[in-house]
């Protein structure tokens, strides 16, 4: 079946530091692919997708780019803040499928 | 715009009483929903979703149950809880089986 592995966290990184957090599919056809962001004891809020090959999904300063050919969709930002300390969720959703497909998760822990 | 609601809140409640979580959505109809549970430190764990009025798939067997009697409305019940029922309840909703998925803001359910 459809499945999605992210990096093990927790990532713990400086104030203005690179990120990067991993994110790797398994699935037939073509899915749409999302990253998720939950702050602590909230919901989770959608923070980008990108429905289609080489398709580059973006929004506060986080960037992810759908790679068919390496079937990946890796979470970047340039320079990260104390308030993106967060969980990050990477998810696919199948055509056909009501379902989305979830990673574990990857906590992200952002020092002043 | 569309909003979705969770209440309570936070729930504490001890061994072998009943549960009853409701979440409802405005501003759309016929949305499908989705009720999560987040164990703590973990992932998401679908528990049951449902396409329309009276329709519920489970994914997990377990002494939970979902109902949906009204369009919008989307309740989770148990008849006698387990301390392993214990975690964070989210309901989700979405219009297409390809779309995202948005959260409400969860249930901290504590059973003692």
């Known amino acids: 079946g459809d499945s999605v592995t992210q990096m093990e966290g927790p990532v713990t990184l400086s104030e203005e530091a690179f990120l990067t957090i991993n994110c790797t599919y398994t699935?037939?056809?073509?899915?749409?692919l999302f990253w998720y962001v939950q702050y602590p004891g909230e919901g989770l809020q959608l923070l980008l997708k990108?429905?289609?090959?080489?398709d580059k999904g973006s929004n506060k300063g986080f960037e992810a780019t759908y790679r068919k050919e390496t079937t990946s969709f890796h979470l970047e930002k340039g320079s990260v803040q104390v308030s993106d300390s967060a969980v990050y969720f990477c998810?696919?959703?199948?055509?056909?499928?009501?379902?989305?497909?979830f990673g574990k998760g990857t906590k992200l822990t952002v020092n002043p | 715009s569309q909003t979705i609601h969770q209440w309570p809140a936070t729930l504490v409640q001890p061994v072998g009483s009943p549960l009853s979580l409701e979440c409802t959505v405005e501003?759309?109809?016929?949305?499908?929903l989705y009720w999560y549970r987040q164990a703590a430190g973990r992932g998401l764990q679908l528990l049951f979703y449902?396409?329309?009025?009276?329709?519920i798939s489970s994914e997990v067997p377990q002494n939970l149950s979902a109902s949906r009697p009204q369009d919008r409305q989307f309740i989770l019940s148990s008849k006698k809880l387990l301390l392993s029922d214990s975690g964070f309840y989210l309901c989700?909703?979405?219009?297409?089986?390809?779309?995202?998925?948005?959260f409400g803001p969860g249930t901290r359910l504590t059973v003692l």
């Open positions: 501003g759309t109809s016929n949305p499908n």
């Open positions: 449902s396409v329309g009025i009276g329709q």
């Open positions: 998810a696919l959703s199948q055509g056909g499928s009501e379902k989305l497909v």
């Open positions: 699935a037939t056809g073509y899915p749409s």
């Open positions: 989700a909703w979405t219009r297409t089986s390809r779309g995202e998925q948005f």
């Open positions: 990108a429905t289609k090959a080489d």
